[in-house]
């Protein structure tokens, strides 16, 4: 099965975190960092680095939040099966919550649904309730007459097993990226695009800088949160890190009258929710199906567009699907959908630390980034600016994949 909450993978051991000397940065404000990328956990991270006093400059090679930001479903949770990986998506929610009203994120905090009706899912879905024990995200079973109770305006045909997570929000990530971009500019950082990084140059081992597309900019610091584009990037040091690229499709629809706050998690991989503005969104987690060309293609993570005319025929599919569970999409009127590519490490868990063989350069990637953006916002730019690791990091350094070091020669 291919559930997008469902992560299996068991966490790494700890992997000592090298930032450089003492001397080369003493202090935030001493400190020049470059953001290699400017979708939500990019923001997160500039935002953060700002506030310690770094100066901060973020390259986007687009426009902010036109990645995998802008085509997710932005829902923000701490559902996984892995007991350590809940644990640090629940410090993100309550980041979150905290930094909502203060920053004008605009987060809709009605909490979350998951249910199947499939006998075969039930173990993945109580897992990731078991995982949330003693989390502020701690959840109970339901039956199916709490479900009809707590959300009038759901259908669970068939219903098995589910829980309700009171603690659950959901975002536009557009509009979150973009205001975390202007509270860092408010604190001194510099968002630059269209401007790609092609290119990074050591002195004694040391980064000195990056070339882009709109010139050279000296650094001490870079990190890398370039989404699906992060491999590329850190392949000119010689680095190499695998990524699936795992695709989501989504259909929009024209907004109606509120019915329901939630954000669902449903059988075979589905996800809706409605938007403040009363659009409905939803897909099916594994991407495209079969009658779409080049779906093959599409599922091995190349990042294409949908052939003409088969974005509005899958969003159809997907409505039809929905609305079996949320009846009010029956009368939805079709807009638009999306195809994102998700940067998916091959483990599922995030990748956060410095390159090995290059200490100066900090790779972030990592599939719901969404959710995981305000937790690694803070703790990234807490190890970029002093040099010490946090143990929440600890198991998913890059070095739990093996491989030959960056060279910086």
């Known amino acids: 099965m291919n559930r997008r909450l469902f992560l299996q993978a068991s966490a790494a051991t700890g992997i000592g975190l090298s930032l450089g000397t003492a001397a080369h940065a003493a202090k935030g404000g001493n400190l020049v960092v470059g953001v290699a990328g400017g979708g939500i956990v990019g923001a997160a991270i500039a935002m953060e680095l700002a506030r310690r006093g770094a100066r901060v400059i973020l390259f986007e090679k687009d426009r902010p939040a036109s990645g995998a930001t802008a085509k997710s479903l932005a829902w923000i949770n701490a559902l996984v099966a892995d007991p350590h990986y809940a644990r640090l998506r629940a410090r993100s929610v309550e980041r979150w919550r905290e930094l909502d009203r203060p920053l004008g994120l605009g987060v809709t905090w009605g909490g979350s649904l998951n249910w199947t009706n499939a006998g075969d899912e039930r173990e993945e879905v109580d897992s990731q309730g078991r995982s949330l024990v003693g989390t502020p995200s701690q959840v109970a079973p339901l039956t199916a007459a709490d479900v009809r109770r707590i959300d009038p305006a759901s259908a669970t045909p068939n219903f098995v097993t589910g829980y309700f997570s009171p603690t659950d929000g959901h975002v536009d990530g557009v509009h979150a990226t973009n205001r975390m971009l202007a509270q860092a500019q408010k604190t001194g950082a510099r968002v630059i695009f269209p401007c790609e990084v092609k290119g990074m140059e050591f002195a004694a081992g040391r980064l000195a800088g990056v070339q882009t597309t709109q010139g ?80 093959g293609a599409i ?27 949320l009846p009010a999409m029956k009368d939805a009127e079709f807009d638009y959908t999306t195809l994102g590519f998700r940067p998916m490490p091959t483990d599922g868990m ?51 994949f093996g491989g030959k070091p960056a060279q910086t020669a």
């Open 216 to 295: 050279r900019f000296a650094l001490d610091r870079l990190v890398v949160a370039s989404g699906v584009d992060t491999p590329a990037l850190l392949s000119r040091i010689g680095y190499s890190l695998t990524l699936r690229h795992r695709p989501g499709a989504l259909v929009h629809c024209k907004p109606r009258p509120i019915v329901t706050k939630l954000a669902y998690g449903g059988p075979g991989g589905s996800e809706w929710k409605q938007m403040s503005d009363g659009s409905f969104v939803g897909g099916i987690v594994g991407g495209p199906p079969s009658y779409v060309p080049d779906h």
């Open 299 to 325: 599922l091995s993570g190349e990042t294409r567009a949908f052939p003409d005319g088969y974005a509005e025929v899958h969003g159809a599919h997907i409505m039809q699907m929905l609305s079996a569970y």
């Open 350 to 400: 995030p990748v956060c630390g410095p390159v090995p063989g290059a200490s100066d350069v900090y790779t972030c990637v990592t599939h719901s980034g969404v959710s995981l953006a305000m937790i690694l916002g803070d703790y990234v730019a807490g190890e970029v600016v002093t040099g010490k690791p946090h143990e929440m990091l600890a198991p998913y350094r890059p070095e739990r």
